[in-house]
């Protein structure tokens, strides 16, 4: 996997020991979509590559990766053990319902 393998990194390792460290004194600013190598250049015009590594985490993390419906279908939301992707998605849904009306 070329692109979103940190995604994948971070369930292996919560996967293998079921917590991440979190410190709140570090903030990190970083050129993201637009800096040049790395995932930018191995991403494609029309997202397929984006949505082939979606496919691969969702089909690994069964239940862990919802399509981000704000960004557009290249872009995921992790919730991992908080709650199920279906359980995001109909939220999201009922909201966009709300606000049709």
């Known amino acids: ?55 691969i985490l969702q089909k690994k993390w069964p239940g862990v990766f919802c399509i981000n419906g704000k960004r557009g279908d290249t872009q995921v939301i992790m919730a991992w053990k908080r709650r199920r992707c279906d359980e995001f998605e109909s939220e999201q849904d009922s909201k966009k319902k709300k606000r049709k009306v």
């Open 1 to 55: 996997m070329q692109l979103k393998e940190d995604y994948d990194y971070s369930c292996a390792h919560l996967h293998a020991h079921g917590a991440v460290y979190r410190c709140n004194r570090l903030l990190l600013q970083a050129e993201h979509e637009t800096n040049e190598g790395g995932a930018v250049t191995n991403r494609d015009e029309q997202g397929q590559r984006e949505r082939d590594a979606i496919h």
